[in-house]
């Protein structure tokens, strides 16, 4: 690099611009946090829901699927599976309920993990309530997901 | 090597080498239950075997991590480590942290594991790449800090280079942001915005500044160019990194129910993100080219240089690719997703922690560099991983424009199970370049054992 440009001017272009845009980033955050509750779905977030989403994780179904976009390729995406589902939270807990035991020969398929009742109503929920938030362009492009 | 203490690197590339090992098999374990969906079902299912090949990815590179800022915080520092016990038990507690984790992964469900490592007291489990138990977090985060403290201490108290200071703040870095794994709110949204502090602020924040300071340090090693120019390269580098890596957090706040304004801030920012994996390229071609003397570590050359080029090309290049907001509309959480995860994962941070093992280890066991036939193997293996990670990469890419197309783009758009089956050939490619990266990691493993005439310390 040019002998004009010194060390010295690197590193304060380092120091100021990251301490710059760190500080932009946390203004931004606390913008978005502020204005979560108009598309988050807040408002549905019921006990229930809460009990749902900690299923979905202590059972790391993220591990096959997406959600809104995040997780692993594996599986359908689930944040619109509400939707695409008819709008039953009944035919979402029929599927999960159906999953044989000993897999589907040949093919990728769901473990069984034999909820109880009340857990596949919770896990429904939280489906609906996550396909409730309203994301920008209302991604995803399609009822595919 | 110039200090005592400069060994311990040694025990922590050994164990990074062998969950790296553990890392691959499952990855070729994950590629075959891609196209034989049953494929140890039900007893190692797809989400289990996933969490193993992520986890101890993630685990290992921290081993490498480690490894390589206790091998060079001294040298640098020119003093011995501050606290030498204190790095060799946090080796032992990490090493026996990891392995159970994974074991528990393996051994139990994970619905059992979480209920017996207490999940719901702090509930953290279930996210991904975050899969570990709360109390496997919490000694995550004491052999961080411990880890800390010791290189703080030895830099604070020696001599302060720049590259030590800032593999100091990339490490500091990453502890801090690790701290963000503990917060798991019930709202789905703000869980997933503050995920990716954890996530996207690693790899494409503060681990950059720790892969520009070993690839720094390597290069003075390798080349004897002088430290001011070095100096400057990494300070403009890392500038750009953080500069640009901050706000372009932004492009994974596009979909997931955050404000439209992401989509400008994260598409012009993470645009720019390439900057600094090209100036790394630049750098480290600048000065090779530049070098004052013929290093008898070939290899380690060479490493250095394809980390370079690599890292440009999985992180600048293919993240490009499904930067901007309009093209992430349809490609985000595809196979395109995976192609980037994959050769920017290996092109920046699995390189950067083999060029430093291939420039140290030999040191460290008493020789400036391995015998030559042993570096050719290693040269057979640096090409063997690399072309495979470039093919698992292109089959990806092509699997995922298919499945964008098939899935999302045509006006009659196909199930996700149907579009799987049509793309399978893609899969099976994939699966082929995996067993030959496999092999690559063979000959790596093997180049260690390989002898030949010593290349004495000079
Ligand atoms: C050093 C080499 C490797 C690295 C750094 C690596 C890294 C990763 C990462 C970061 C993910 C998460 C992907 C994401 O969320 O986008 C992943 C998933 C995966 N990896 Fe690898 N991997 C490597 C080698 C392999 C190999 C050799 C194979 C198999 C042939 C493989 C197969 C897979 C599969 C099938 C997934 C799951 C993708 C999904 O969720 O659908 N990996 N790997
Ligand atoms: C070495 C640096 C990098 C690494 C290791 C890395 C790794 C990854 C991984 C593993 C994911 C998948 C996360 C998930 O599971 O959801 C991801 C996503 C993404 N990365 Fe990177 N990345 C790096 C740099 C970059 C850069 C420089 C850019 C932009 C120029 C970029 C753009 C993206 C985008 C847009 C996504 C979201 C994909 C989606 O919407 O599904 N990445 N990255
Ligand atoms: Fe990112």
């Not at chain 1, 591990?63 to 619109?80: I, K, Q, R, S, V």
């Not at chain 2, 500091?172 to 995920?195: E, I």
């Not at chain 2, 989509?263 to 600048?286: H, K, R, Y």
């Not at chain 2, 298919?402 to 199970?417: A, G, I």
Request: hydrophobic letters at 50%; glycine letters at 8%.
């Amino acid at each position: 690099m040019r002998e004009t440009f010194t060390k010295g001017m690197a590193r304060n272009i380092y120091y100021g611009g990251s301490v710059f845009f760190f500080l932009v980033l946390l203004g931004l955050t606390v913008d978005t946090v502020r204005s979560l509750p108009k598309t988050d779905n807040s408002q549905n977030l019921t006990e229930e829901v809460a009990a749902g989403k900690r299923l979905w994780e202590i059972n790391n179904c993220i591990g096959c699927h997406t959600l809104l976009g995040e997780g692993a390729y594996f599986a359908p995406e689930l944040g619109n599976v509400y939707t695409r589902y008819g709008e039953n939270t009944e035919a979402i807990k029929i599927f999960i309920k159906s999953r044989p035991k000993d897999g589907i020969p040949g093919r990728r398929s769901m473990p069984q993990f034999n909820f109880t009742e009340e857990e596949l109503e919770q896990i429904a929920q939280f489906l609906k309530y996550a396909d409730g938030i309203k994301t920008a362009r209302n991604w995803p492009p399609n009822i595919q997901g | 090597m110039k200090y005592q203490s400069q060994s311990i690197a040694k025990l922590y590339f050994i164990a990074a080498i062998g969950l790296f090992v553990g890392q691959i098999l499952f990855g070729v374990i994950l590629g075959l239950q891609y196209v034989m969906g049953d494929f140890l079902f039900p007893e190692i299912p797809f989400n289990v075997a996933r969490m193993v090949h992520t986890n101890l990815l993630i685990v290992w590179l921290l081993f490498g991590f480690m490894g390589s800022a206790y091998y060079l915080v001294p040298e640098e520092a020119e003093r011995e480590l501050y606290a030498p016990w204190l790095a060799k038990l946090m080796f032992w507690i990490f090493l026996v942290a990891g392995a159970l984790t994974i074991l528990g992964y393996l051994l139990v469900p994970y619905a059992t594991l979480a209920e017996i490592t207490m999940n719901d007291l702090l509930p953290t489990m279930g996210r991904e790449f975050l899969e570990q138990p709360t109390i496997t977090k919490i000694g995550i985060v004491i052999v961080a800090l411990s880890f800390l403290f010791n290189i703080g201490m030895t830099i604070l108290s020696g001599r302060k280079t720049v590259i030590n200071l800032v593999m100091l703040t990339g490490m500091t870095g990453l502890a801090v942001f690790f701290l963000f794994s503990f917060y798991n709110p019930d709202n789905l949204v703000l869980d997933k915005y503050f995920w990716w502090f954890v996530v996207h602020l690693w790899v494409e924040g503060v681990w950059e500044l720790i892969m520009a300071s070993i690839l720094a340090y390597v290069l003075i090693k390798i080349t004897g160019v002088d430290r001011e120019v070095i100096e400057k390269w990494l300070y403009i580098i890392i500038a750009m990194a953080l500069i640009t890596g901050l706000i372009g957090t932004g492009h994974h706040f596009f979909w997931i129910g955050t404000p439209g304004y992401w989509q400008w801030l994260g598409s012009v920012f993470s645009a720019l993100e390439p900057i600094p994996f090209f100036m790394m390229t630049l750098f480290a071609f600048n000065v090779v080219n530049k070098r004052r003397r013929d290093h008898p570590n070939k290899a380690a050359t060479l490493w250095a240089l394809g980390t370079a080029v690599m890292a440009f090309l999985g992180a600048g290049v293919w993240g490009f690719l499904h930067t901007l907001a309009p093209v992430n509309y349809y490609t985000h959480g595809t196979q395109i997703t995976a192609a980037h995860g994959h050769m920017a994962f290996y092109g920046a941070y699995v390189m950067v922690v083999l060029t430093m093992i291939s420039y140290s280890m030999p040191i460290m066991r008493g020789q400036k560099a391995g015998n030559d036939r042993a570096q050719i193997v290693e040269m057979w293996s640096f090409w063997l991983m690399t072309v495979s990670m470039v093919f698992i990469t292109l089959f990806l890419t092509g699997a995922g424009i298919l499945q964008v197309y098939l899935q999302r783009y045509s006006e009659d758009p196909m199930t996700f199970m149907v579009t799987q089956d049509k793309i399978e050939v893609f899969y099976w490619m994939r699966e082929v370049a995996g067993l030959v990266f496999l092999a690559g990691l063979g000959a790596y493993i093997t180049s260690f054992f390989v002898k030949g005439e010593e290349v004495k310390i000079a």
